[in-house]
T-cell receptor, first 111, second 112 residues
Framework: LAKTTQPISMDSYEGQEVNITCSHNNIATNDYITWYQQFPSQGPRFIIQGYKTKVTNEVASLFIPADRKSSTLSLPRVSLSDTAVYYCLVGRYNQGGKLIFGQGTELSVKP | DVKVTQSSRYLVKRTGEKVFLECVQDMDHENMFWYRQDPGLGLRLIYFSYDVKMKEKGDIPEGYSVSREKKERFSLILESASTNQTSMYLC???????????FGPGTRLTVT
């Protein structure tokens, strides 16, 4: 099973770029990497998903090196509303694999 | 719009009671999941289901069972609630494993 490790917390300031790294040394060949955002008293919300190299959408970028043993979520120009917990998830694309959430990184954005 | 609903936002039960947590999704998704979330431990998978009447254990299935009689509904059952099952319970669904998961708002269960 691919276990994930993330920093427990990070601090940033409004307007900065934030990079959160997740380690997943035992990632399997058909595992995808997905990141979620969670605000207090709400369920997690999908941010971005990737398999290799770089993926970008309207809210974030995901960088995955060739060995896929880690991944980095990049949030450009954060605002106060980006204060949340960010989870890294490694899971199988096809049926039969288990899904594992990391511990989560608590991001605090200050004015 | 995608929707996952859970039967209760808050629930208080006594030790030894049988507890049912219901989850319904309206997206015709194949996969449904039950997680619990505790401070410092993040989200942990209890059970998941990839089809009607099909289920697999997650990382912490002990003390729980599940039921999926219809595609849209996935129930989590605590046969005999204990205080260490006090937690936030989150239901999710996805079209396929590895695809984006849609979460419900959660049920905060307190067992006294």
């Amino acid at each position: 099973l691919a276990k994930t490790t993330q920093p427990i917390s990070m601090d940033s300031y409004e307007g900065q770029e934030v990079n959160i790294t997740c380690s997943h040394n035992n990632i399997a060949t058909n595992d995808y990497i997905t990141w979620y955002q969670q605000f207090p008293s709400q369920g997690p919300r999908f941010i971005i998903q990737g398999y290799k190299t770089k993926v970008t959408n309207e809210v974030a970028s995901l960088f995955i090196p060739a060995d896929r043993k880690s991944s980095t979520l990049s949030l450009p120009r954060v605002s106060l509303s980006d204060t949340a917990v960010y989870y890294c998830l490694v899971g199988r694309y096809n049926q039969g694999g288990k899904l594992i959430f990391g511990q989560g990184t608590e991001l605090s954005v200050k004015p | 719009d995608v929707k996952v609903t859970q039967s209760s936002r808050y629930l208080v039960k006594r030790t030894g009671e049988k507890v049912f947590l219901e989850c319904v999704q309206d997206m015709d998704h194949e996969n449904m999941f039950w997680y619990r979330q505790d401070p410092g431990l993040g989200l942990r998978l209890i059970y998941f289901s990839y089809d009607v009447k099909m289920k697999e254990k997650g990382d912490i299935p002990e003390g729980y069972s599940v039921s999926r009689e219809k595609k849209e509904r996935f129930s989590l059952i605590l046969e005999s609630a204990s205080t260490n099952q006090t937690s936030m319970y989150l239901c999710a669904s996805s079209q396929r494993r590895g695809y984006e998961q849609y979460f419900g708002p959660g049920t905060r269960l307190t067992v006294t």
